[in-house]
């Protein structure tokens, strides 16, 4: 009797198996039940955790290929990269990442400002994917590297996964953000700050302008983004469409190649500020107005300029940064007495109080200069405040478990420059790899990553990438 019941349910058990075949919404059940039956897994899936970090092999050859077609969409001559928001260069710079995702086998689609996302689906679909990704707009004059590693390189680790013949269990998705760089809206992050969920920037976009006058919205248009308003807060993300999300980017620092370190785990990202401020005096002929006499909105923005680097070193903490990066006068004359000034200054401290200090004892000082030399304060605005950003604890410790497999050394670091990461850890958690970079240079043609570094970088991305995916 108990044999022949012992053939019944395998029979039942063969059934339901056959059947999974042919209708594959009846799988998971399937397998469950004959998993319970038996004790043991019914299928045991080429689990992320079980790759071996000597398969992973990254195409340098082709991700270097890659780096330098990408950086002749320019606006400015090699070696110098300059690739504005929805300018010429910046469409076609788009296609070919839209391109490279295609040739990954990554399935491809684009939001209403041009955030473009590259998805693996993984076995799971349905459960909240695994993201990296970076930026591709560089300022004037700039170098080929930053942001690109964390786009080009990103590509490369999907590819370097399939190669080891990988079924994630969770998807894994590449993500090119919309103007990382504040170049041409004075809007950084533009793309990250939106999908993470900013009505603020929803609400600005729709009436910023350009130096040239034209809106945002005329400049998507052009670049082929049919945006309308209302669409703005569309794109925002839920806090469950991603589990995790990690950026590879170069540190932009020298503390990595001065260590001889290959790898920076980054464990927070400062707290980043930005204020304008504008002064107005009374002008003059250079000449015929005697000195006790002016009121020079120029000697007011650089004796403002002074105050900034005095308050950030007079903070405490070597974490604490102030940065006057534009000073324009009017009329701009040699002969001419300023008679307004316009400034814009960056501060930033991985502690937020402290940074805030700074931001209203730059205030205080704006305001005593401007009694003091008899001009009006015309404008101090205060363009953002956000908040640090702290490194999700689970990626830590997968990113050191990486390092670890590939037996590379690694510095656990803050990031003083802010990045995409900063945006995304509102609404994931959120990590980042830094590569070192020729003498911590960026932001000017120089800025280089040697292909040893980009390798271990896009190693290390790949089987983090690979561990989160299978949790």
């Known amino acids: 009797m108990d044999a022949k019941l012992s053939q019944v349910f395998v029979l039942l058990l063969s059934a339901l198996f056959i059947a999974s075949l042919s209708d594959t919404s009846h799988d998971e059940q399937a397998r469950k039940t004959m998993e319970d039956f038996s004790g043991y897994p019914a299928h045991t899936p080429h689990s992320c955790l079980s790759i071996s970090p000597s398969s992973l092999s990254v195409d340098i050859q082709g991700l270097q290929r890659q780096i330098e077609e990408l950086s002749s969409f320019s606006d400015s001559p090699a070696p110098t990269v300059t690739r504005i928001l929805y300018s010429e260069k910046d469409v076609l710079a788009r296609r070919y990442i839209k391109s490279l995702m295609a040739q990954a086998g990554l399935s491809v689609r684009e939001d209403s400002i041009g955030n473009i996302f590259g998805r693996w689906i993984g076995t799971e679909a349905a459960l909240p994917a695994v993201a990296t990704g970076s930026h591709i707009d560089a300022i004037p004059y700039s170098g080929k590297y930053d942001g690109i590693i964390g786009v080009l390189g990103a590509i490369e680790a999907i590819n370097v996964l399939k190669r080891t013949d990988l079924q994630p269990k969770r998807s894994l998705e590449v993500i090119m953000f919309t103007s990382e760089e ?152 040699i002969n001419s007495i300023p008679s307004k000034a316009h400034i814009e200054i960056d501060t930033r401290d991985i502690d937020e109080e402290r940074r805030n200090i700074v931001v209203n004892e730059i205030h205080q000082s704006a305001i005593r200069i401007a009694e003091k030399r008899g001009v009006k304060l015309s404008k101090f605005k205060i363009v953002n405040q956000d908040p640090p950003a702290l490194s999700s604890n689970q990626i830590i410790s997968t990113m050191e478990d990486a390092a670890k497999q590939l037996n590379l050394s690694y510095n656990l670091m803050i990031s003083r420059a802010y990045h995409d990461s900063l945006f995304m850890a509102r609404i994931t958690p959120m990590g980042m790899i830094f590569i070192p970079c020729y003498k911590g240079y960026s932001h000017k043609p120089e800025e280089y990553a040697s292909p040893e570094n980009i390798v271990n970088g896009v190693k290390m991305l790949a089987l983090t990438m690979a561990n989160l995916s299978s949790e």
Request: hydrophobic residues 45%.
């Open 182 to 333: 504040p170049t041409r809206f004075g809007i950084s992050c533009l793309g990250s700050r939106l999908l993470a969920g900013s009505q603020e920037l929803a609400h600005a976009l729709k009436q910023v302008v350009d130096g040239q006058n034209i809106t945002f919205l005329e400049a998507a248009q052009f670049a082929g983004y049919a945006i309308h308003q209302e669409d703005l807060t569309s794109i925002f993300l839920r806090k469950d469409d991603y589990f995790s999300f990690v950026e590879l980017h170069i540190e932009q620092g020298p503390i990595l190649e001065n260590e001889g370190i290959p790898i920076g785990i980054v464990t927070a990202i400062a707290a980043p500020a930005s204020i304008t401020v504008d002064f107005e005096g009374n002008g003059g002929h250079a000449g015929a107005v005697l000195m006790p006499s002016r009121n020079d909105a120029g000697l007011a923005a650089a004796e403002l300029a002074l105050a900034v680097e005095k308050h950030a070193m007079d903070s405490g903490s070597l974490d604490t940064v102030g940065t006057v990066g534009v000073l324009e006068l009017h009329p701009g004359a």
